[in-house]
T-cell receptor
């Protein structure tokens, strides 16, 4: 257990539905990252926050995806109008935001879109 | 694209040392080398990282060549629970991690 928690761990939804995932980082960590991982591939960066500010978004983050980190604590990732191609593991990681940028990952949320 | 190249798979006998290589020939002076592993269906687990010097912790040792263009992760006494995908990543402060496909290590009884 790294101290990063994600909820839910598994989500099955029908195409077209909206889903929201939550990540609780390690409490003193300023940075929070979201990644997506499809079968057989390494994780791919989606976006990250420095405290409550969203500083970078990947091209993978289409306009159906939105992430927030109110008050710089937990974060949510919402996918609107889900598509079958959104089926993946969604990983959250946090780091202290200092020079040695070790990221600690949560267990992930596995999404299946039917 | 990932800045590292790793063999897609390796086998290791249980109890023996597992040596996982990583090439990062374009590494910059301020980039660290990080190693993570991912056991099936879990999030990546941090193992070790280093800048120039060799590093050792309770999980593994990291050997970085003098020119920093390659490194080796050493698991001194591999167990069946070390079977996982191992990722080598180079990153500097403020950069996001770019994962490649990693090395699938199989520890055999």
């Amino acid at each position: 257990d790294t101290g990063v928690s994600q909820d839910p761990r598994h989500k099955i939804t029908k195409r077209g539905q909206n889903v929201t995932f939550r990540c609780d980082p390690i409490s003193e960590h300023n940075r929070l990252y979201w990644y997506r991982q499809t079968l057989g591939q390494g994780p791919e960066f989606l976006t990250y926050f420095q405290n409550e500010a969203q500083l970078e978004k990947s091209r993978l983050l289409s306009d159906r995806f939105s992430a927030e980190r109110p008050k710089g604590s937990f974060s949510t990732l919402e996918i609107q109008r889900t598509e079958q191609g959104d089926s993946a593991m969604y990983l959250c990681a946090s780091s202290q935001g200092r020079e040695q940028e070790t990221q600690y990952f949560g267990p992930g949320t596995r999404l299946l879109v039917l | 694209d990932a800045k590292t190249t790793q063999p897609p798979s390796m086998d290791c006998a249980e109890g023996r040392a597992a040596n996982l290589p990583c090439n990062h020939s374009t590494i910059s002076g301020n980039e660290y080398v990080y190693w993570y592993r991912q056991i099936h269906s879990q999030g990546p687990q941090y193992i070790i990282h280093g800048l120039k010097n060799n590093e050792t912790n309770e999980m593994a040792s990291l050997i970085i060549t003098e020119d920093r263009k390659s490194s080796t992760l050493i698991l001194p006494h591999a167990t069946l629970r070390d079977t996982a995908v191992y990722y080598c990543i180079v990153s500097s402060y403020g950069q996001n991690f770019v994962f490649g496909p990693g090395t699938r290590l199989s520890v055999l009884p």
